[in-house]
């Protein structure tokens, strides 16, 4: 395959070996999809038709996975991701407030990714973390009860470092 | 186990952790260290203790003594008074009026409640067999492997009267039955983790905090049901738990409690984890074993039930982490013991995540049958910072909102049914009366409508309809006929709809249509949204009396409808104004108001606002 020379053939490099450690698992294709956006960091075309014939399956079926799950993502993503939670305890707290000021700080609207690359604005539907309320989420870091725009800031400097 | 002079129990749950536990932790080795007590004292990561709102929360035994919100600040002089001179630092104790409460037992948030699936969580380290074998783990497992026949297994659930802990209330003994007598091999066990319900953490809490007995409870349930391998799917939201799952399963491996041959028997059972990838539908039974075989999460049609066509066509049992994190313990202390807790129809305890605006949010476990009023008041503390109550909001987007009426209910799957909530995964989420019941039946139906998968017209389109009904109400743009029209697409999406969720998706709608009709009708009719939270129907005004002219709203104002001076005071103008609620938030003397309503309808009725007050 073409794809995998040039600047990212190390990526496919990468994710073929992944594919054929998972291959002999039942059903591997969403384990495969999400170490490939691991890899990748989003799901383009070229990676999804490749992961179709390294698993022998109809494109169409991997696009249809990829469409159907929230996680997936077929846009590059910021090398942060923030998921605001909009779960219902952090709704009664004010989870829309957050995401104002989220979108003020980061002068992007929910669902877009800043010009330096940095932070993606997205939202998930309750992380378990609801006695926190409102809470969001950075990477893999969980924030709670930010009720005011400076530890807001001082939480979205820490990554600008 | 250690022969420490004194455990520590920090609570590592999420809760705790983004509260700052494991800094705590940091801080807590590095003075232990410095007092030369590092090899007396033993730090045990526990997972969650329950009290979230207090976190972090740390026990101190063989005192018993209950710490909260300690931060790494606090750390020196607590190991220096409790640890170094064996005084409790009553400063970060939990304190009743003045009287310190020295003991866990005596705090009131745990006075009712009585831990079965929990009963663990907070006292061990998740991440070591060890400490789960030593409070009596994997026990049943031997005790059913060589004593009981797979019926006899079958026959002691019946008579626990466990009933799913996922949300439909299935008798569990009773499915495991259908899996038993169904024809197929190789059978299989599904642990549902997929934990939809957006406010909801219990199984969250239960799969990080203890995961052997998630894991003991799947192989039992395998035994019992013929099956031979397990998958786990938990939610990708939970990386935590799936860590801790695995590895559990790595450690049950290493002592031969997993694999081939289980205890030199003939049970062979083997178990992995499948992630979900952010879909709730996918909590589904049926569109979660097409998840599991990695295709579009679309549920199907039943019957066939999965437990007799169900992954890769074989029978398969489904069950909830909590109902699984039952089994050990039932099997422990025997059915009668599990079925003399709860009531009639439910029995048992079932696990509770209480949040909203309540006093002592967190976890909790509770008998079934005790009234909303004791969950929220005795084990709840009530309502935070002097709130007043409005609604409960019981299960999820497929539950609905009780009133201060129902206070006295008792929880259980047939009452809450009853009365248009559900017990469901176990979310309770209590509210304030600032929240505007519209918009809140907007809000679940919002995220029904986004993870509606598609397939089923009702459902799909159904929801959009009634979502852009609600929404006009919401705008002021409400017609007549709007509330009965949401009536008649609500039981059309409940009966014609192919899975549980359209089926219940018009759910909170209902419910908030029968009781809070007039909020609707205020909405309507009036125009006016009284909690001012549909910002078409409220409206800004600055109180005169109060203003002190320094501007700041004006120069805050994106629109600049804010005009006035020193002297004359400031106004707003009503036409331009966006709503955005910037003058609200600058004002440093609280003169800028929110009142329900739309500005026109004041200016021409100035004494409108004031039937609100
Ligand atoms: C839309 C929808 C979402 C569901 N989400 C969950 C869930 O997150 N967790 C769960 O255990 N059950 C969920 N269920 C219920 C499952 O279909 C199934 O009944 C349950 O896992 C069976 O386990 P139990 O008998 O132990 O409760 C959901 C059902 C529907 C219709
Ligand atoms: S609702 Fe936000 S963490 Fe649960």
């Not at chain 1, 996680?71 to 910021?78: L, N, T």
């Not at chain 2, 009553?90 to 409640?113: C, S, T, W």
């Not at chain 2, 003399?340 to 605006?357: Q, Y």
């Not at chain 2, 259980?412 to 505007?436: F, H, P, Q, R």
Request: hydrophobic letters at 35%; proline letters at 5%; glycine letters at 10%.
């Amino acid at each position: 395959m073409g794809v995998t020379a040039g600047k990212d053939g190390l990526l496919y490099k990468r994710l073929k070996e992944v594919i054929d450690e998972k291959k002999n698992l039942q059903d591997p294709l969403i384990e495969v999809l999400r170490e490939a956006q691991d890899i990748f960091g989003f799901l383009p075309i070229e990676v999804q038709e490749f992961v179709a014939s390294e698993l022998g399956l109809p494109i169409a079926e991997v696009y249809g996975v990829v469409t159907f799950y929230n996680f997936f993502s077929m846009v590059p993503q910021g090398k942060h991701i923030i998921n605001v939670c909009t779960g219902t305890a952090c709704y009664v707290k004010g989870a829309d407030r957050i995401i104002k000021m989220m979108e003020e700080e980061l002068g992007v609207k929910l669902g877009e990714t800043t010009k330096d690359n940095l932070f993606t604005l997205s939202s998930v539907r309750c992380v378990g973390a609801c006695s926190l309320a409102p809470v969001f989420v950075i990477g893999e870091d969980t924030y709670g009860r930010v009720d005011s725009r400076t530890k807001l800031v001082a939480i979205l400097d820490k990554y600008r470092q | 186990m250690s022969i420490n002079r004194t455990d520590v129990l920090l609570c590592c749950g999420s809760g705790c952790v983004s509260a700052g536990s494991l800094k705590v932790k940091e801080k807590m080795v590095e003075q232990l260290a410095k007092h030369g007590l590092t090899d007396e004292i033993n730090i045990i990561e526990t997972g969650c203790m329950g009290p979230c709102d207090y976190g972090p929360v740390m026990m101190v035994y063989p005192e018993g003594v209950f710490y909260k919100k300690v931060t790494p600040e606090d750390v020196p002089e607590l190991v220096e008074e409790h640890f170094v001179k064996g005084r409790p630092l009553h400063r970060l104790m939990i304190q009743e009026g003045n009287k310190v409460i020295a003991n866990k037992e005596d705090i009131p948030f745990y006075k009712k409640q009585v831990k079965v699936a929990l009963e663990n969580c907070g006292y061990i380290n998740p991440e070591k067999i060890e400490e789960y074998i030593a409070v009596g783990g994997y026990e049943a497992l031997g005790v059913a492997l060589t004593e009981k026949t797979p019926q006899d297994a079958i026959d002691v659930i019946k008579n626990s009267g466990l009933r799913g802990r996922g949300g439909g209330g299935f008798p569990t003994g009773l499915k495991w039955q259908f899996v038993h007598d169904a024809e197929g091999s190789p059978k299989y066990v599904v642990c549902n983790g997929d934990e939809g319900d957006p406010g909801a953490f219990m199984d969250r809490s239960l799969l990080e905090g203890d995961p052997h007995r998630v894991l003991e409870g799947m192989m039992l349930a395998g035994y019992a049901t013929g099956a031979s391998e397990g998958f786990f799917y938990i939610r990708a939201e939970y990386p935590l738990a799936i860590r801790r799952i695995r590895n559990a399963i790595k450690q049950a491996r290493e002592y031969g409690l997993i694999g081939k041959n289980i205890m030199g028997t003939e049970f062979c059972f083997d178990a992995e984890v499948r992630t979900g990838a952010g879909a709730f539908v996918c909590g589904e039974e049926t569109a979660l074993i097409k998840s599991i075989e990695g295709r579009r999460g679309q549920p199907i049609p039943k019957p066939p039930f999965p437990a007799n066509r169900g992954l890769r066509e074989n029978p398969t049992l489904v069950n909830n982490v909590e109902t699984l994190g039952n089994i050990p313990t039932i099997f422990r202390k025997g059915a009668e013991w599990f079925a003399g807790m709860g009531i009639e129809t439910s029995r048992g305890t079932k696990v509770f995540a209480l949040t909203g605006d309540v006093k002592n949010t967190g976890l909790v476990e509770v008998p079934m049958g005790i009234t909303l009023r004791e969950l929220i008041y005795d084990v709840g503390g009530g309502m935070a910072d002097g709130k007043k109550f409005k609604a409960v909001q019981l299960g999820g987007p497929s539950g609905g909102c009780l009133t201060e009426q129902h206070l006295d209910c008792s929880i259980d799957y047939e009452t809450l049914k009853n009365l248009g909530a559900m017990v469901g995964s176990g979310g309770v989420i209590v509210m304030a009366d600032n929240n505007c019941m519209v918009n809140v039946a907007k809000f679940f139906l919002e995220f029904s409508m986004e993870e509606s998968c598609g397939k089923c017209t009702p459902c799909r389109v159904g929801l959009k309809m009634m979502h852009t009904i609600l929404d006009r109400i919401c705008q002021g743009k409400g017609q007549e006929g709007d509330v009965e029209e949401l009536e008649r697409l609500g039981e059309t999406i409940k009966q014609t709809s192919l899975c549980g969720l359209g089926q219940t998706a018009p759910n909170p709608v209902l419910s908030t249509l029968r009781y809070f009709r007039h909020e609707y009708e205020e909405h309507l009719e009036k125009k006016s949204c009284s909690t001012c939270t549909c910002l078409n129907l409220m409206h800004f005004e600055i109180d005169k009396e109060k203003c002190i002219g320094c501007s700041l709203c004006a120069r805050k104002c994106p629109v600049s409808c804010i005009t006035g001076s020193r002297e004359e005071k400031f106004t707003i103008a009503q036409d331009p104004c966006v709503k955005c609620g910037n003058c609200f938030e600058v004002c440093p003397v609280k003169a800028v108001q929110k009142l329900p309503g739309m500005a026109e309808l004041t200016a021409v009725n100035s004494s409108f606002s004031s039937l609100y007050e």
